[in-house]
């Protein structure tokens, strides 16, 4: 939105229904007053979890032979950039493994969102095969995971000029509606809240199933939808058979 980033994960990770785990796909790399960046996983976690090793340690770049680091880049293309370069490799690295000749599915898809220096805030997404594509004003939210459930909240709901905290709110809104309808989706849910040209998160936290707020938002949501059908008149179809 025209006043920051609002991005919004949950943890659930599943190898089928009896193989269910949490784990972290929210990650934050931050330098104050500096850069403030956000990357949200989806797909398979042994490449997204190489991803983020890579990234946080630095990398050899195979074309030029130096040595990457995540922190250093220029601005935020050139650290999608450097996320797309990351994917590449941890791919390679496991063409050929046990997993993948049991046919394991190695797709992964990523959100970096964030800002770099004086720029404004910026956000991408970037694909299994390294290249990304960037959010805008026109189209200014982008979804990885199990999203089919909340992308129709968003897409009534949510716009360029939508204030910092009702986007969070709406966020939550959808990912409620999410984890309602698919089970691959669950608590506890990593929120954070970027302003424009703060270079620090405003906002970073995780909610559990405990959270007042989070269970207020539920109730109040669904109590809306059911006074929203009662308020429509019944259709008059019937009538004309």
Avoid at 44 to 49: C, D, E, I, K, S
């Amino acid at each position: 939105m025209r006043d920051g980033l609002v991005m919004v994960a949950d943890t659930r990770t599943n190898a089928g229904l009896d193989n269910i785990s949490t784990f972290r796909k929210f990650h934050i790399f931050e330098k104050k007053g500096e850069r403030a960046l956000m990357l949200a996983c989806a797909g398979n976690l042994y490449l997204t979890q190489t991803v983020i090793n890579f990234l946080t340690d630095g990398f050899d770049n195979p074309e030029t032979g130096e040595t990457e680091y995540f922190m250093s880049a220029s601005n935020m293309v050139h650290a999608a950039q450097i996320v797309g370069r990351a994917v590449r490799l941890s791919r390679t690295q496991a063409n050929g493994s046990a997993e993948q000749a049991e046919g394991v599915n190695f797709d992964v898809t990523l959100l970096l969102g964030g800002q770099i220096g004086a720029p404004a805030p910026r956000l991408f997404m970037i694909y299994s095969a390294g290249n990304c594509i960037e959010c805008t004003p026109d189209t200014n939210y982008l979804q990885i995971g199990e999203h089919k459930y909340g992308k129709p909240i968003l897409d009534r709901a949510v716009n360029f000029e939508t204030e910092l905290y009702d986007g969070l709110k709406i966020g939550l809104i959808s990912m409620d509606s999410t984890i309602r309808s698919n089970l691959s989706v669950g608590l506890p849910i990593d929120i954070a809240v970027l302003r424009r040209d703060a270079l620090s998160l405003e906002l970073s936290t995780r909610i559990d199933a405990s959270d007042e707020y989070f269970r207020d938002l539920r109730s109040r949501w669904s109590k809306a939808l059911n006074e929203a059908h009662l308020s429509i008149p019944a259709p008059p179809y019937r009538d004309k058979t």
